[in-house]
């Protein structure tokens, strides 16, 4: 079967290892994201309305805490860390369709190799280099190339 010994083909099985290592480095960023960066919005407990306001507490909210137990820090890392995350989950997609286009398709094997092992550093290194600096010009030109 032609199927069968495409898919046993060590160009195939290193392809399908480019897009699973790929795929591990996105699931531990999804997992880190999760664990340690929280969302926009706070965590709020409501306290006892009767209680006084703080002094400086807006009154309309000073019925409300925020509980910084419950909630995970919201900073520039959160928001740079969600890039970095969004960025692996979209290069992974990309990957997997391509990859599974190729195998179902039973198309080209050592030249497929080479790009899904190109893509998956160059996904990398975009995902790094917009948590890094995080800038318009950085994802302007990594989305032209």
């Known amino acids: 079967n032609s199927?069968?010994?495409f898919v046993g083909d060590s160009y195939v099985r290193s392809t399908w290892i480019a897009f699973f290592t790929l795929w591990v480095f996105w699931g531990l960023s999804y997992i880190f994201r999760h664990v340690f960066v929280r969302d926009a919005e706070a965590v709020n407990v409501?306290?006892?309305p009767a209680a006084p306001a703080v002094p400086g507490q807006?009154?309309?909210t000073a019925h409300t805490k925020t509980n910084f137990f419950l909630s995970k820090a919201q900073t520039n890392f959160g928001r740079r860390f969600n890039n970095f995350e969004r960025a692996l989950r979209h290069s992974l997609f990309m990957l997997l369709c391509v990859v599974v286009l190729n195998t179902l398709g039973v198309g080209s094997t050592r030249a497929v190799l080479i790009l899904?092992?190109?893509?998956v550093v160059f996904a990398i290194l975009y995902a790094i280099?917009?948590?890094i600096f995080e800038h318009r010009?950085?994802?302007t030109g990594f989305s032209i190339i």
Not at 116 to 119: C, G, H, L, P, R
Request: proline fraction near 5%.
């Open 3 to 5: 199927v069968s010994s």
């Open 46 to 48: 409501t306290a006892d």
């Open 58 to 60: 807006d009154p309309e």
């Open 116 to 119: 899904a092992w190109i893509f």
């Open 129 to 131: 280099a917009d948590f």
């Open 137 to 139: 010009f950085i994802r």
